[in-house]
């Protein structure tokens, strides 16, 4: 592996950290908001605001993602592929239109269909796919090579998570692939800046010290990096 065991588990410690911070902060509640046959309106407007979609759609466009939300999840859960969604979604006129303001609506779609129930697979934006090293003319085309990736033999999304799974005494909250999701975030991250976060002792003591179950999540990302440091995931993701 090009790098040392010991970064991988940092690397863990900080996305099972942050992992449980954000489910117990915010979403869960936003799950229980959109994923319901009546979304909860205060909910949905948080969630777009906190994961900046907002900003990428038209008072009209979030009117059609919100009465159209169960109907897109209900098409991702019985099979569609994300192209397929990205497709109806694209459509000026179509059922679903629900074009963001830079034209396909990508990133913000898997970001809202996972809090409605629509899929458990990580959120593509451009610090998950610079982790998985995404490649495409367009966003729609990037999110699709990045999801083809994940899913490929050199990645191993499907054998690592059924790997942590396996970990016995997981938290209630626990989401495999929201966990997934914030490694690759945090690579990106890494990726983008050319430095290791978790490698600034000051804030990495900060941080932990701040999480009020901080001994029960070292010894739980301790067991994730024994489980998945031989990984195609782990070795993908420190190349």
Not at 16 to 35: K, Q
Not at 68 to 76: D, R, T
Not at 94 to 117: D, P
Request: aromatic share 12%; charged share 25%; glycine share 6%.
């Amino acid at each position: 592996m090009p790098r040392a065991v010991s970064d991988l588990n940092e690397l863990v410690k900080f996305a099972l950290f942050d992992h449980a911070r954000t489910m117990t902060g915010s979403e869960l509640l936003y799950r229980c908001g959109l994923n319901s046959s009546v979304v909860d309106e205060r909910c949905f407007s948080a969630m777009l605001y906190e994961f900046n979609v907002a900003r990428t759609l038209s008072s009209k466009g979030k009117l059609a993602l919100r009465d159209n939300l169960q109907k897109l999840s209900s098409l991702k859960r019985s099979g569609h592929s994300w192209q397929e969604l990205f497709e109806i979604t694209h459509y000026k006129k179509g059922e679903f239109a629900i074009r963001g303001s830079n034209g396909a609506f990508v990133s913000g779609l898997t970001k809202v269909l996972w809090f409605a129930g629509g899929h458990n697979e990580p959120m593509f934006d451009k610090f998950t796919a610079k982790a998985v090293r995404a490649k495409g003319s367009s966003q729609t085309n990037k999110a699709i090579n990045f999801y083809h990736r994940l899913s490929s033999d050199d990645w191993g999304y499907h054998d690592v998570c059924s790997s942590i799974l396996e970990t016995p005494n997981l938290p209630k909250y626990f989401a495999v692939e929201r966990l997934i999701d914030k490694l690759l975030l945090f690579r990106g991250i890494e990726l983008d800046n050319g430095d290791h976060l978790y490698s600034r002792s000051s804030t990495k003591s900060q941080y932990f010290k701040s999480i009020s179950e901080a001994g029960s999540l070292m010894q739980l990302a301790e067991n994730f990096t024994r489980r998945i440091k031989d990984s195609s995931f782990a070795m993908a993701l420190l190349k």
